[in-house]
């Protein structure tokens, strides 16, 4: 038991001091200076146990696993690597596996001892596909760098971004040693008062307890803030989603070309436009001759333009006339006639206006006023066979209506429009017996009228639509603008506009697109529509039977498909809102394996999806398949129909896949273009 002595003095005894007694001796000031004092301990803690972890930790630690630093120095990859940022590089990656995302550091092509450290934008490859080098780019810059970086002078792939972590080597170098120094010293300091933290920990002092709490903060602040800072500039080899950064064509391709398609129809053909070789408004009719017992004469009875117009008239077909024409028309060829028809005609039914030789061996087309059907014939010394396909077709009568026979290469069709310029119907056929042509022919039967006739020779690559996978070029018709600018963003290529009065691109049956039955189908394309008004085919392959489409009706955008012959329950469809004068990337998807589905994307993003239960397989269907309008026939929404139903727009960068695209795949090629 411990005994305390009372003082023998009363006067020493201590009591507590009234209210508002200043004490001898105390001073308010040197406590707040106190409390300054450890504010600046605490944040002199905070900021040396971050710097060694910063500096120490991020710095060093990553060369344990084989990762070498390096300092960017300059700032062509800002905003997402600034100068004075440590990259770690990894050098056992296989570079057979980097592409476009990726960033790289090599030895400056131009001069050897320089290192520099840009994103991959394209994996250059040899003919075996192995690649060889890579185009590079820095972020803050607006091209690609002039040199390819050859697959030797890479020393690396990033795999870990460190900002602001090499700035004091950056200060040395470019001579801010006032920079370099104050920093120096203020983290000397700090460490001084920071090692206070770790006597705090063996003494047990309250405030170097409280600046040791500060460290640990600062410590899990480190290294919260030294992982994302990489995930969130680093893109993974293999992917090619987009950065904030320009786009390339090759960017673009190598997304496309990592999926496999089967065709690609770029659309960025450039051909000679049609030149005229012929035209007669039959104002000054000359230079007919009699074919057979028919005739052929000038009238003043109809006339479309001026007074006066060709007749047809006198015993059936194959009699009539011919002229020859100034030069000889070979390959492909336009050719366009207003024709008049009178109700109650006297003879024969059927209008046939065409091309032939010396030896009457052409394409002419076939309008039946009784039959009311519509076709083209082949020639042979005059006698008619018909081709392709016969569709229905009431043909005008007392009135003017435009017919216009179009043969591209071994591609034929035949368009009708009212005298307003309305599309009315369309066929077509596929021969290439015959290719070179010296007269225009009139057979037929009689009485029939017509007049503004004009042949026009096509040349040049503009009749050809290439496929850039070699699996089947497609054919231009009509007169579609070709070489406007790309729909796609900072892309070198061209689009083509047509007209929606019959232009499109035919496509013929395929065994590796349409002609084998699939599992899978991606059909994808780019549009901006002039009008949203009635029916337009974008793309279409197959027939009423077994098929794929998208198209619009209206504002709305379907996309289809179907397969009759194998009894589907029903068809796979999905719509969504178009709008006019709109860059629209859209995209169907078939999966035709398991339960069936057809998804649909417009700019990326799945706006809906189709299914159905039933095991039937997506049959093959040997119809042929257009851009831009109807090749023979399709099946809508509504029903079956053959007619053109042709697109007024632009239509670019046309892409099939034998396969379903996942959601982030669709999403790429669409990031990659726009």
């Known amino acids: 038991m411990r005994v305390v002595a009372e003082p023998s003095d009363p006067t020493l005894a201590w009591s507590p001091p009234d209210p508002g007694t200043e004490l001898p001796g105390s001073d308010p000031v040197p406590e707040a200076r106190a409390s300054v004092r450890e504010l600046i301990a605490r944040f002199a803690a905070l900021f040396w146990t971050f710097s060694i ?9 990553p060369a344990l696993v084989g990762w070498a630093p390096t300092v960017v120095t300059s700032g062509s990859m800002e905003p997402s690597v600034g100068a004075g940022t440590v ?31 840009h994103r991959v934008v394209q994996a250059i490859t040899d003919d075996n596909g192995t690649v060889v080098g890579f185009r590079t780019k820095g972020d803050a810059n607006t091209t690609i760098d002039s040199m390819a970086v050859p697959i030797e002078d890479v020393e690396g792939v990033a795999r ?11 200060w040395a170098e470019n001579g801010n040693w006032l920079v370099l120094g104050s920093f120096v010293v203020i983290t000397a300091l700090a460490g001084v008062v920071a090692l206070d933290t770790l006597y ?10 409280r600046r040791g709490r500060g460290s640990a903060i600062a410590l899990v602040l480190a290294l919260a803030l030294g992982a994302p800072s990489s995930e969130a500039v680093l893109a993974a080899a293999t992917d090619d989603s987009r950065n904030d950064f320009e786009m390339s064509s090759s960017w673009y391709l190598d997304s496309i070309d990592r999926d496999t398609p089967v065709a690609h129809w770029r659309l960025d053909d450039v051909g000679t436009p049609a030149t005229t070789v012929f035209t007669d408004d039959f104002e000054a009719f000359a230079g007919y001759n009699t074919y057979g017992a028919g005739n052929f004469v000038s009238s003043n009875a109809q006339a479309r333009s001026g007074t006066r ?8 077909d194959p009699n009539g006339g011919w002229k020859l024409l100034p030069s000889v028309v070979n390959g492909s060829f336009e050719f366009e006639v207003w024709v008049y028809r009178p109700s109650g005609f006297l003879g024969g039914s059927i209008d046939r206006l065409g091309l032939e030789d010396a030896t009457f061996n052409g394409y002419t087309f076939n309008v039946d006023h009784n039959g009311n059907s519509m076709s083209i014939d082949r020639r042979t010394a005059g006698s008619p066979t018909r081709i392709g396909t016969r569709v229905g077709f009431n043909p005008p009568e007392d009135a003017w209506y435009r017919l216009e026979l179009v043969k591209t290469g071994s591609f034929m069709t035949l368009s009708a429009y009212d005298g307003g310029g309305t599309l009315l119907v369309s066929t077509t056929a596929t021969d290439s017996t015959n290719n070179s042509f010296d007269r225009l022919a009139i057979h037929g039967g009689w009485d029939y009228y017509v007049d503004d006739l004009e042949v026009r020779q096509i040349a040049g690559s503009e009749t050809v639509a290439v496929d850039r996978i070699g699996t089947l070029d497609g054919s231009y018709i009509g007169n579609p603008t070709v070489g406007e600018p790309s729909l796609l963003t900072n892309v070198s290529s061209t689009s083509v506009a047509f007209d929606g009065a019959g232009d499109g691109v035919l ?4 065994p590796v697109v349409n002609g084998t039955t699939r599992d899978a189908r991606t059909a994808e394309l780019w549009f901006s529509a002039d009008t949203l008004t009635g029916r337009q085919v974008l793309y279409e392959e197959g027939g009423g039977t077994n098929g794929l489409n998208i198209y619009l009706d209206g504002n709305t955008l379907y996309g289809r498909a179907w397969s009759g012959s194998t009894g589907w329950s029903n068809d796979l469809q999905v719509t969504a809102t178009a709008t006019a004068a709109t860059v629209t990337h859209v995209a169907v998807v078939l999966d035709a394996t398991g339960a069936r589905s057809l998804t649909m994307y417009v700019n990326g993003v799945a ?3 189709s299914t159905k239960t039933d095991a039937a397989a997506w049959n093959a269907h040997s119809d042929d398949g257009a851009i831009g309008r109807v090749n023979g026939g399709t099946e809508f929404h509504d029903g079956n129909s053959s007619t053109a139903f042709p697109f007024a727009g632009r239509v670019d960068e046309v892409v099939l896949f034998n396969s379903a695209l996942g959601a982030q795949r669709i999403a790429n090629h669409y990031r990659a273009g726009a």
């Open 507 to 510: 496509l013929a049956d395929s």
């Open 160 to 170: 870990l971004v460190l900002p602001y972590a090499g700035m004091p080597k950056l």
């Open 87 to 117: 990259v770690h590089i990894d050098d056992g990656v296989d570079l057979q596996t980097v592409g476009p995302g990726a960033i790289i550091t090599y030895r400056d092509p131009a001069i050897a001892e320089m290192r520099v450290t």
């Open 309 to 316: 117009s060709g007749l047809k008239t006198g015993n059936n």
């Open 53 to 61: 972890v910063w500096f120490t930790f991020f710095a060093l630690v």
């Open 200 to 209: 705090g920990f063996v003494t047990g002092s309250t405030m170097s307890r």
């Open 607 to 609: 706006v809906g999806t």
